[in-house]
């Protein structure tokens, strides 16, 4: 089984973009796993159905039980994040802000906190448009423990390959270099970089290579938007070759890109021009990873 996993430094490159591109040239022959937890969008291009969902809990939460409670304030004292301020006479947990601890529940002399495991989001398994199946979720707004979830969704992804005997399993990778990144890199054959010539995508790039170099994985580098600065192009272009980089694709500027998700499509399914590039792109891939075009 080869785990294909699309990554950029930065946000706004056009990775998910792509992403969902090659989801359709690949049709039904892969499964697909979109691991941007944080800011899942992939959905808006592919259709799934949201056929299974399972709520995902990970972390702990303070819960103080009020009919308990003396108000002695021992729990907000000790508190090192501020999580538990005095409304109306009461001490309450602030949700956002408890890192779940415990510390307060052990001194407490009445007993009246206690800990529960947190909903952080949801994570669901569905069948796509293309005919094969997507393994995606949603973080909640300010949860944490995203590299947890994400880690979920690649061993979901990666049991449903295994019963329908999928040989790829395409990734859509956060952007930046935390821990999403990481356990999205985690088990990878192949990291596909996606980056764009503008100062920040350079530097971003850099930043996320050095990681994926780090798990001494093999890659190659798309840099979309090309035609924005030939200058930063060029040091991009120096930059794959002195790391020995594969240089997958370089898409101009397209504002197809725009019309194409606003309808919700793929770039392959309504520009033909973009639709080749892409198309080349796709098959570069597969032979960096060693199957059939």
Known sequence: MKEIVVISGKGGTGKTSLTAAFAVLAGSDIVVADCDVDAADMHLLVEPDFAHQEAFFSGQLAVIDQSMCSACGECAAVCRF??????????IVDEISCEGCGYCARVCPVEAITNIEQNVGNWFRSEIRTGTTMVHAGLKIGADNSGKL????????????????????????????????????????????????????????????????????????????????????????????????????????NEQFTAAVTNGKTIVEWDEEAAGLVRDCWREIQTHVGLPT
């Open 82 to 91: 501020d999580a538990i301020p005095i409304i109306n006479g009461q001490y």
């Open 150 to 253: 994400v880690a979920k969704v690649k061993n979901e992804a990666k049991a449903v390959a295994e019963k329908e005997g999928k040989e790829i399993i395409l990734v859509d990778g956060s952007p930046g270099v935390g821990c999403p990144v990481v356990s999205s890199l985690s088990g990878a054959s192949y990291t596909v970089l996606v980056t764009e010539p503008t100062v920040s995508g350079l530097h971003d790039l850099k930043r996320v290579h050095q990681l994926v170099k780090m798990f001494g994985i093999d890659c190659g580098c798309i840099i979309n938007k090309s035609d924005l600065n030939a200058d930063v192009l060029a040091e991009l272009r120096a930059f794959l070759a002195k790391e020995g980089i594969a240089h997958l694709a370089e898409i101009p500027y």
